[in-house]
């Protein structure tokens, strides 16, 4: 086991606070490190393992794993992958030219711009905008669709130095980025110098409370470092002297909160922010209780699927995978999924195709071979893009395919 990650003293990345932690789901590789099948170099891995914090309330990893090595040239994913997510990204980008960018000159700024899905919008509006997006090989992606990024960490340095040249911003996004970010205090320094005085940082990741109620452990991963609440994002921003002013609910990857905030003062809050907190309040999110019994179910599912695959295999029935998603790399290590369990995995991401999944090496092969003769059924990775999956494969179950999902449980479809 390589041991060159940095363990995070059981204190809260955010204010300092005791961490308790709650879920410990073993020795896991970088979910987006796809190798090629003859590559001689260690593997990398860390222990990954979830706490939250006695004070502030934050759920987030007890270790972090060094930037660089997940964010890098070649880090696969693709934003533009899903039809589904396209759509999302287009409406939110007309929605912010709609609010927030409505001035004369208006500037926005996007944290984790990936390959431009976002802010191809905003730049075909004629919206001045930046990304600031540290993996070279999907920035490039963005600057072919005709939108300017800096291949660059989003912090403190890098905020100041985009106010000094190109001025504050009316809005800075950042969607399923921020929770990847462990150094919140850099980044909210940075924030602070760089949006204008009524500016607000708009900002969506994975719902803590939508993971616990739909079970979905395998949102746990290197990448994501936070698991945010209405109640978690409200501490934090107080912390640096702004407000949380509005949460709204998306059903995108599998339950997300979008969260506005603003300086403090600046802006009332919106009712659904009271309500949210109630709604975390009466659910007990955050207690130590409904966390551990959370990490039960996450045993059970464990259990249950190791046990539904290896009756299928045992009974001679073909199992393949769809999705590669980084997601992923949680399931297949935590519940011992092997080659000999699952034969390969069906993706679009060229990136990712003729190379082994982390850790568990599943041989990646083309979303196009998924054709006939079908296995008898497909563990869907991909869970959260099940519609939009289900609908451009319809064959699969013509032909008598079974789709096997575990979120919220284990059940062949
Ligand atoms: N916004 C896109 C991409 C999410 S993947 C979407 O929602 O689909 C997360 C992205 O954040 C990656 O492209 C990664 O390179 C980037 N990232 C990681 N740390 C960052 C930081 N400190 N500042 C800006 N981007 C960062
Ligand atoms: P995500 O869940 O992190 O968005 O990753 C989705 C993965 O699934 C990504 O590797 C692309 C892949 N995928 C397909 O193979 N087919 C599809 O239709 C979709 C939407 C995604
Ligand atoms: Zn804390």
Redesign the pocket.
Known sequence: MTTTTTTVPHVCRVCSGPLTPFLDLGRQPLSDAFRLPDDPAEEFFFHLRVGVCGDCAMVQLLEEVP?DRM?RED?P?R?SGSSV?RAHFTETARRLLATELRGDDAFAVE????DG??LRTVSEAGVRHLG????GG?AELARGKGVRVRTA???EDTARDIAATEGRADVVY????LC??PYLDSVFRGLDAVLKPTGAFVFEDPYLGDIVERTSFDQIYD?HFYFFTARSVRALAHRHGFDLVDVERLPVHGGEVRYTLSRTGTRTPSPAVAALLAEEEGTALHDLKTLESFATRVDGVRADLHALLTRLRAEGASVVAYGATAKSATVTNYCGLTPALISRVHDTTPAKQGRLTPGARLPVHPASDFTAPYPDYALLFAWNHAEEIMAKETAFRAAGGKWITYVPEVRVL
């Open positions: 930037r964010f880090y994913y934003s997510m944290l984790g711009c990936n899905v976002m600031v997006e540290p993996s999907v960490f989003f912090e950042a969607a399923n980025t990847h970010i990448e």
